[in-house]
């Protein structure tokens, strides 16, 4: 299991529409999960631990690809990114998308609309909380923080709110492009894409890991 707290890896129904758990898990999808959707699982790991330290605990972040190179070591550009943002790229091994990942996300953010729709595809009520990344950051930004419960509730509760609060929010704020919606794949390209494809993803990550945390990133 990769993440932050103390996961397990069976496949526990544990939906954020489901009964309460003591962990909410965060599922990060791409193609090959080499590239987007490692550095997106890193740094999502990274940021709240800068933010909570052991508070981020119940929180657990994975990732996953729809043609997943099982096995497969995160690709160097992709490592060196994680590097510059100082956050830990080691240990990680690609992995193929499985209904067990799905069943058990309570938040599940693609790198482009058609993940998104593969993901939904499977079934499993993944609907209302499947989201690309940076359609869910458009409807986070939108969602006034106290109306969520405080962190002292718990970071469980408040991430579960969030994600309801946003797919409340969905047809409503539109993507101005459909491109908008889209991170695109950096596999193959140089360490310079690499690094616009991470600032990218951080630029998209740091108003959804405030908004789960209620802790804004430190300057």
């Known amino acids: ?3 932050i707290g103390n996961g397990d890896s069976s496949a526990e129904e544990t939906t ?5 758990r003591d962990t909410f898990r965060i599922l990060h999808v791409s193609t090959g ?24 605990g119940g929180l657990i972040v994975e990732s996953a690809g729809t043609w997943g190179h099982e096995g497969a070591p995160m690709e160097s550009n992709a490592e060196a990114v994680l590097a510059e943002f ?21 938040l599940v953010l693609t790198a482009t609309r058609d993940h998104r729709a593969q993901v939904i595809s499977m ?23 106290t109306t969520l419960p405080p962190l002292e509730d718990g970071l469980v509760a408040r991430a579960r709110a969030l994600v309801r609060a946003a ?15 889209e991170v695109y794949d950096p596999y193959g390209a140089p360490l310079t894409f690499f690094r616009s494809i991470g600032d990218e993803i951080h630029e ?5 890991v405030t908004a789960l945390t209620g802790v804004p990133a430190r300057m």
């Open 1 to 3: 299991m990769r993440g």
């Open 16 to 20: 954020t529409f489901g009964f309460p």
């Open 33 to 56: 999960n080499v590239c987007r959707s490692p550095i997106t699982e890193r740094l999502t790991r990274h940021f709240v631990t800068e933010r909570l330290g052991i508070l981020g």
């Open 86 to 106: 100082g956050a830990d790229a080691s240990g990680f091994t690609g992995r193929e998308l499985l209904d067990e990942h799905v069943i058990t996300a309570d």
């Open 123 to 145: 079934g499993h009520s993944a609907g209302l909380r499947t989201f690309t990344l940076k359609e869910f950051t458009r409807l986070v930004r939108a969602i006034d923080p």
């Open 167 to 181: 797919a409340a929010l969905r047809g409503w704020l539109l993507a101005p492009t459909a491109e908008a919606d």
């Open 204 to 208: 998209a990550l740091d108003p959804v």
